[in-house]
């Protein structure tokens, strides 16, 4: 779907990154947790796309927030809308979704800008009353003392007794779990980071007695 969001919201989560809030003109646009839109940008004359990931619920709609990490010019760009600006858009994209209510216990694994579809899972599974454990477990390398949305997160987890927060900081969060003596066995596992990482992520937690088939992997990188 093609749509136009308006710039409702712009907050600084870390020094880098900002979580920015859209209302969309679509009251029809639907999305599942974990999934993207394509903001479409124009530069020298030249149109192309970038894909983020929405990071608020679905039950927000039509208005979605996406979380941007200033790494280049598309990402400076959507930063830099003011409140009342408005960007194109197509979505929504991705395959890392809740169709329905997991029937395991969970756990988020988290770096930078990965939190984002992490963060619409955990939003979501909150409004549907998940019971199961879930934990997240989250780092920045971008800004290691600053990691975004640590508020909610901490807030959270002394209201949602399923919910457990782990702050890597100073520690790789793979490790950081893995010294938790959880049996990974019995976990989804859902990690999401920029680039290798993802990779190097998910080669520790099957180091574990997690299975391949327990693990979902989400990479951002440039293309
Ligand atoms: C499925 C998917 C979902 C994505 N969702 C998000 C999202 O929710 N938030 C987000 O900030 N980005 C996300 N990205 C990355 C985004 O699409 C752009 O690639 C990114 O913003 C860089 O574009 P740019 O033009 O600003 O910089 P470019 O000049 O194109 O890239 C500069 C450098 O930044 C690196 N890079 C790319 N993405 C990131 C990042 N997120 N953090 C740190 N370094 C990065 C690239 O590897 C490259 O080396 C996603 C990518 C994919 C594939």
Redesign the pocket.
């Known amino acids: 779907m093609d749509c136009i969001g308006v710039v409702i919201a712009s907050r600084w989560l870390t020094p880098t990154?900002k979580s920015i809030r859209l209302e969309l003109d679509r009251s029809d646009f639907c999305f599942l947790p974990g999934q993207?839109v394509w903001p479409k940008f124009e530069r020298n004359g030249k149109t192309f796309s970038?894909?983020?990931?929405i990071?608020s619920s679905p039950s927000r709609c039509p208005e979605i927030e996406?979380?941007?990490?200033?790494?280049?010019?598309?990402?400076?760009f959507i930063q830099d809308l003011a409140v009342g600006e408005t960007i194109a858009m197509r979505g929504p994209y991705?395959l890392m979704t809740l169709k329905q209510l997991p029937h395991r216990p969970r756990i988020y694994i988290a770096e930078?800008?990965?939190i984002?579809?992490l963060k619409s899972h955990i939003d979501w599974l909150r409004e549907a009353g998940f019971r199961q454990s879930l934990w997240l477990v989250q780092s920045n390398p971008?800004t290691p003392d600053a990691l975004p949305y640590w508020e909610e997160w901490r807030s959270l987890s002394q209201r949602w007794p399923a919910f457990h927060y782990l702050e890597a900081v100073g520690v790789l969060p793979e490790v950081l779990l893995t010294r938790q003596g959880l049996n990974l066995s019995e976990f989804e596992i859902d990690i999401c980071a920029?680039?290798d990482r993802t990779q190097q992520i998910q080669d520790v937690v099957l180091a574990t007695s997690a299975r391949l088939s327990q693990v979902r992997t989400?990479?951002?990188?440039?293309?």
Not at 50 to 53: A, E, L, Q
């Open positions: 990154i993207s970038k894909i983020y990931s990071a996406l979380c941007v990490s200033r790494v280049g010019w598309s990402s400076a991705g930078g800008s990965g984002a579809p971008e920029v680039g989400e990479e951002f990188f440039a293309f």
